[in-house]
């Protein structure tokens, strides 16, 4: 069964520096969204993605995030630089055209120190 | 704006008891839907089961049932002679047709359930 794949699984990183978080959605679907859970509370919308733009943000996805989609298959999370606070897990989901269902992938642990 | 709650943080049961998890949501949309996630202790998000605003018919699922209420804005999830594998968080959570074709979560804060042997 396909299912969303996210590299890596966790990721260490000064305060400060830039990261890119990577999701490999399942391959029919068009719409892929980036999520985030500071550990022990909800999971939070960060923004979802459509036809190579963004459809719809959440009050944090400030200027320091971005998304891109370099390639057919990839889909990126870039935090240009990263505070203490972004610390959390981060998952990304996808789903098909004209379905409801999310598909989340495993997640990347983000530690910023 | 949306929004979901589940009133209980944690729920403990011994195993093969039945175990009922609470959702209440708010939505402006008349039109929207309504979903349970599981994340076990490795993490990962799974999602269980889907329901329409405009399909009020409960179903059962095996050990899962779910108690859809729209008279009282309420998602209920039931887990009959609940397993110690059953052991996770539990999100409820609601995406609105309004708002374009986004259609983006919104999780409740989850509910801790413990299954213990």
């Known amino acids: 069964e396909p299912e969303v794949t996210q590299t890596p699984s966790h990721q260490v990183t000064q305060m400060g520096q830039e990261v890119i978080l990577r999701c490999v959605p399942i391959?029919?679907?068009?719409?892929f969204y980036w999520y985030r859970q500071i550990l022990g509370q909800k999971v939070e919308f960060l923004v979802s993605f459509y036809n190579n733009e963004i459809s719809e943000k959440s009050e944090i996805f400030d200027d320091q995030f971005s998304v891109e989609r370099p390639d057919g298959s990839n889909f990126t999370l870039k935090i240009r630089s990263t505070k203490l606070e972004d610390s959390a897990m981060y998952f990304c989901?996808?789903?098909?055209?004209?379905?409801?269902?999310?598909?989340f992938g495993p997640g990347t642990r983000l530690t910023v120190t | 704006a949306q929004k979901v709650t589940q009133a209980q943080t944690e729920i403990s049961v011994v195993e093969k008891e039945d175990v009922t998890l609470d959702c209440v949501y708010e939505t402006r949309d008349t039109t929207y839907y309504l979903f349970w996630y599981k994340q076990p202790p490795s993490g990962e998000l799974v999602f269980l089961i889907r329901r329409n605003s405009f399909d009020e018919q409960n179903e059962i699922s095996g050990r899962y049932s779910w108690n859809f209420q729209k008279s009282t804005s309420s998602f209920n999830f039931t887990i009959t002679a609940s397993q110690v594998v059953d052991s996770a968080v539990y999100f409820c959570a609601l995406s609105e047709a309004g708002s374009g074709s986004a259609r983006q979560l919104t999780f409740g804060s989850g509910t801790q359930l413990t299954v213990l042997p």
């Open positions: 989901a996808s789903r098909r055209s004209r379905s409801y269902e999310q598909y």
């Open positions: 391959s029919n679907h068009l719409y």
